[in-house]
């Protein structure tokens, strides 16, 4: 079984900074690809940031410049850094793990439970 925590999430104003942790555990053998979306009441789910085991990140472009992903492969966990948050990066922000268990024959994506990120303006 596998588990995603995230944390970090909270109200800040706006051009304040925030970051999100997000833990990925249980049996994995392996994760190639972990990343971070976002939605906003009434809007789909969209990919903030995300970033290879290669190192390779790709953006969205409402945050380029602002938010930086990085991650720790030997502790299974992916950060972003938010800065100069703006009131429209106010959503639920999920991490997901694109990762194979111990066992299993083919990589599959995982989710976390999403945490709250509210930037007043």
């Known amino acids: 079984q596998v588990q995603l925590v995230e944390s970090g999430g909270g109200l800040v104003q706006a051009g304040a900074s925030l970051r999100l942790s997000c833990a990925a555990s249980?049996?994995?053998?392996?994760?190639?690809?972990m990343g971070w979306y976002r939605q906003a009441p009434g809007k789909q789910r969209e990919l903030v940031a995300g970033?290879?085991?290669?190192?390779?990140?790709n953006y969205a472009d409402s945050v380029k410049g602002r938010f930086t992903i990085s991650r720790d492969n030997a502790k299974n966990t992916v950060y972003l850094q938010m800065n100069s948050l703006k009131p429209e990066d106010t959503a639920v922000y999920y991490c997901?793990?694109?990762?194979?268990?111990?066992?299993?024959?083919?990589?599959?994506?995982?989710w976390g439970q999403g945490t709250q990120v509210t930037v007043s303006s």
């Open positions: 970033l290879t085991s290669s190192g390779r990140p």
């Open positions: 997901n793990a694109d990762l194979k268990t111990s066992g299993g024959v083919a990589y599959g994506r995982y």
């Open positions: 249980g049996s994995i053998f392996s994760i190639y690809a």
